[in-house]
């Protein structure tokens, strides 16, 4: 397990970073007609915490359905890819969903995420489950361009798991994927969870459990907020609100206002009218056609797929020749 880039004093620099883009994005998006926050900037330690608990409720299929592609996946992986291979993991959270896949051939994990703590500790536990594993995690923004450890094999595989794909504003998606083939390089591969357009009630109970676990993974931004800002907005003072908008294939998540509140940005006042939305998240759905169109005019090759019995969601194998 090298831990050279979880340094504190990467830690320090990552997370003021962080911070500082957390402000600007906050500005920026605040700034718009209709207030938003980009989803990255759930994941704090708190942030990461709701997530993990979301991912093992019964309404949230998506955890579960890409366990089971994965497990039938991971008796091919042998047969897909040569010997002495490195995975690469956007957003690796964590690290559950891998484990699954990690075989003898595999000698190097990158997982890169923006929650350090998750960060930290998936590694270590991943380690202790597989020794002979060179683990190399760093902290960092991975939607970018990122250069890897230069000790890894040629042989890299990446990894964008949870249908996090769909969760880019301003079509970014696109970008990402871009950005993933520079990081991967030439001869790489990539495989990408991707969720499928479904019932509309199964999808909105997904993202408004009965536990309200969704709920209070969103309102937590309000408490990063008030850590970073230093302000004091009370969560008690926004409600949580999902649905599926069949007409652009997109869940909406908001914070909805429960009175006029105002909000100091970089010395800049901003005013929060009640009943304002501020959206938050949202997860686009796809069709087998409209994914394989975006990856291939991001440069990639759509090699392989596999989908659950239901078709309700897909994971890709992209490569970049």
């Known amino acids: 397990l090298n831990l050279k880039d979880m340094h504190k004093q990467n830690y320090d620099k990552f997370g003021k970073i962080e911070n500082i883009s957390f402000i600007n994005e906050l500005a920026i998006g605040f700034s718009k007609k209709n207030k938003k926050i980009p989803s990255r900037f759930h994941y704090d330690l708190n942030g990461s915490k709701y997530f993990e608990k979301i991912t093992k409720l019964k309404e949230y299929y998506v955890t579960r359905t890409e366990k089971k592609i994965l497990k039938q996946l991971s008796q091919e992986m042998k047969n897909i890819f040569d010997d002495d291979s490195a995975f690469i993991e956007f957003g690796s959270g964590s690290a559950d969903k891998i484990s699954v896949l990690i075989n003898d051939k595999v000698k190097f ?11 930290l500790k998936s590694s270590i536990k991943l380690a202790e489950r597989f020794p002979d594993l060179s683990i190399m995690p760093s902290y960092c923004d991975y939607v970018k361009k990122f250069i890897l450890p230069k000790k890894i094999s040629k042989n890299k595989i990446g990894f964008f798991l949870g249908s996090s794909i769909g ?28 969720d499928l357009i479904k019932n509309k009630r199964i999808i909105e109970k997904a993202y408004n459990d009965s536990k309200g676990i969704s709920a209070k993974f969103n309102l937590n931004l309000i408490s990063r907020i008030n850590k970073v800002l230093k302000t004091n907005l009370k969560q008690k003072d926004f409600k949580y609100s999902s649905h599926y908008n069949e007409k652009i294939n997109t869940v909406e998540c908001f914070l909805i206002s429960k009175k006029d509140q105002k909000l100091f ?24 056609n409209t994914f394989s169109a975006l990856a291939t ?25």
Do not use: M
């Not at 929060?272 to 796809?286: C, D, G, P, Y």
């Not at 005019?297 to 970049?320: C, M, P, R, T």
């Open 109 to 119: 994990y990158v997982p890169l995420d923006i929650s350090y703590d998750f960060l």
């Open 265 to 288: 940005i970089c010395n800049k006042e901003f005013v929060i009218k009640k009943n304002e939305k501020i959206q938050t998240e949202i997860s686009k759905k796809f069709t087998f």
């Open 167 to 194: 969760n880019f504003y301003d079509k970014k998606e696109k970008k990402f994927l871009q950005n993933a083939r520079k990081t991967l390089g030439n001869n790489s591969f990539l495989f990408v969870g991707v």
């Open 297 to 321: 005019s991001a440069g990639w090759k759509v090699k392989k797929y596999w989908f659950d019995e239901n078709k309700h969601y897909s994971i890709f194998l992209l490569q970049n020749q």
